[in-house]
């Protein structure tokens, strides 16, 4: 009897056990990641006057959006669907001329459904030299953003971002990617592990976008170097200038639009799949070539359908 107690007791304990592991991984409570100088940190919203050059926003669960007005002063502010605490309000400090934003009070433990609406507001025109972008649980809408650098980083949410930049970088757990970039960036480079990324420019002297399990979208007029890859998904390209293009598919169809003015070669090698060429072209065994061949094109796949067709 004694032995039948201690196995039903062992048994209880496992599953106490097993409850607190599942309510730990599944997020049932968030914790805000503790931060360097938090006590240098403001509680609440804030209106700043002073120079702000850098903006810097690590945000748990919601959504963080960037908007513009007619004043010479930055607004912060918040909205959430609950009465927060005050450990449960943004905290923010102007370091420098860096204005740095965080979800709440370093390493509060959060339950799993408090969101937040973040609303930075910049002054019309502002042209930031850093912005940096970190959400755990949150979407992102960054329309007309100007900045010298741009850094987005998504563990769970889509982002929407129109801006104007040099150089980005953007990478996303799990969530959609649509960007769209004006001016002539010098370097684009995008990482996605689960989600579509839909990227257009103009004109980007570099592009480098990369996906584990998502399909993939680029339309850019013109690209001195682009580098697209994907081990599932489909990947679309569209270019109507092109220097050097490669694009590689471990499972998944790719479509390519190429200029056939003033000309390209093309390198094309499937494992398991066809190929489709809807440009007039030259054949000689895996290459391709059309006009003064200038453009150089490789594309390959290990399992999935070839297509290239002429750009629009």
């Given at each position: 009897m004694n032995n039948q107690r201690m196995k039903w007791l062992y048994l209880l304990c496992g599953v106490v056990v097993i409850a607190a592991v599942v309510v730990s991984v599944?997020?049932?409570?968030?914790?805000?990641?503790?931060?360097?100088?938090?006590?240098?940190y403001s509680v609440g919203e804030t209106e700043i006057a002073e120079p702000v050059k850098n903006l810097s926003i690590n945000w748990t669960s919601g959504k963080v959006s960037i908007a513009y007005h007619g004043e010479n002063t930055v607004e912060v502010r918040e909205f959430s669907k609950k009465d927060l605490s005050e450990d449960q309000e943004l905290r923010w400090w102007l370091d420098g001329e860096t204005l740095r934003i965080q979800f709440a009070k370093s390493g509060l433990r959060l339950n799993w459904n408090l969101e937040k609406e973040l609303t930075v507001t910049l002054p019309e025109g502002k042209a930031l030299e850093n912005a940096e972008i970190n959400v755990t649980s949150a979407d992102v809408a960054a329309p007309e953003l100007k900045a010298e650098a741009l850094s987005l980083n998504t563990t769970s949410g889509d982002a929407t971002i129109q801006a104007e930049v040099n150089k980005l970088a953007a990478t996303a757990t799990s969530g959609d990617l649509a960007l769209t970039l004006t001016g002539e960036p010098q370097e684009i480079q995008v990482n996605s592990t689960s989600g579509k990324v839909l990227l257009e420019a103009e004109k980007a002297k570099k592009i480098k976008v990369g996906s584990t399990s998502g399909n993939l979208e680029i339309r850019c007029a013109e690209s001195e170097e682009m580098e697209v890859s994907s081990t599932s998904g489909t990947i679309?390209?569209?270019?109507?200038?092109?220097?050097?293009?490669?694009i590689g598919s471990t499972s998944g169809n790719v479509t390519a639009a190429l200029p056939q003015n003033p000309g390209?070669?093309?390198?094309?090698?499937?494992?398991?799949?066809?190929?489709?060429?809807?440009?007039p072209m030259e054949k000689n065994g895996k290459t391709w070539r059309c006009g003064d061949g200038s453009g150089k094109v490789s594309i390959s796949t290990t399992s999935g359908n070839v297509r290239m067709l002429e750009a629009e």
């Open positions: 599944t997020g049932i409570f968030k914790e805000v990641g503790g931060y360097a100088n938090a006590e240098k679309q390209t569209s270019l109507k200038k092109i220097g050097q293009v490669k390209l070669t093309a390198e094309v090698s499937t494992t398991s799949g066809d190929v489709n060429v809807e440009i």
